[in-house]
């Protein structure tokens, strides 16, 4: 696989990143292969932006997401992954995350939660953003990540076993949904789909989030 479909530019203030195409796996292999060229280098970089003209808002998000997570990149402006902070209604009606607003009280957070940071909610919760490891989840109801959610989570308290769990990427420390306790396989799967986890025959499950199917 040729890497000439990424060129990166270096300037004083970081680099920026431009993507011809809009295939997202051949955009992947095709980055990764020029980052591994020299890894040293990049790793730990200050991303400015990523273009191209053929770019979507979702293969964007995906490419800075890898490249925070997987490459140390550090993001010039962190709200740039989180253009999702769209309307609830819009999120709904583009099946971008499960219909839970009708469910009873939501709370919505927006922005990423850090180490130490806790959010507890008698209802639903909706993080609009990360979940990092170190910060803590606790509702009644549903918990949806708008984002990746490597915290923990801890849904349906208090006996609520139709309570589910879903993100952008589920890589959750650790994921509890009433008293069933779930530590997901390590592993570098992360942002591929969004996830969902959910009581299944006295287990939680977790699988792709295909609203569709």
Do not use: C, W
């Not at 292969?33 to 400015?48: Q, V």
């Not at 490891?133 to 109801?141: H, I, S, T």
Request: glycine share 8%; proline share 4%; net charge negative.
């Amino acid at each position: 696989m040729s890497n000439s479909m990424i060129s990166i530019k270096g300037i004083a203030d970081g680099v920026y990143i431009n993507v011809e195409g809009n295939d997202y796996n051949k955009i992947k292999e095709s980055l990764e292969m020029k980052i591994n060229e020299n890894i040293e280098f990049f790793k730990g970089s200050k991303l400015i932006d990523v273009v191209g003209e053929e770019l979507t808002l979702d293969i964007k998000t995906e490419i800075m997401l890898l490249l925070k997570y997987k490459y140390d990149f550090v993001l010039k402006n962190e709200y740039m992954i989180l253009d999702r902070e769209i309307e609830k209604e819009d999120l709904i009606k583009n099946n971008k995350i499960p219909n839970i607003v009708e469910e009873g009280m939501t709370k919505f957070v927006h922005g990423t939660l850090r180490s130490g940071q806790e959010v507890s909610y008698n209802g639903n919760i909706v993080v609009i953003g990360d979940v990092n490891p170190g910060a803590v989840l606790r509702a009644k109801g549903n918990i949806i990540v708008l984002g990746l959610l490597r915290g923990v989570a801890h849904a349906g308290i208090g006996g609520n076993k139709n309570a589910i769990v879903a993100a952008y990427s589920l890589l959750p420390t650790q994921l509890r949904i009433d008293d069933i306790i779930v530590r997901p396989p390590e592993g570098d799967s992360y942002y591929k789909y969004p996830e969902i986890a959910r009581i299944i025959e006295d287990k939680v499950i977790i699988e792709p989030y295909l609203p569709n199917k």
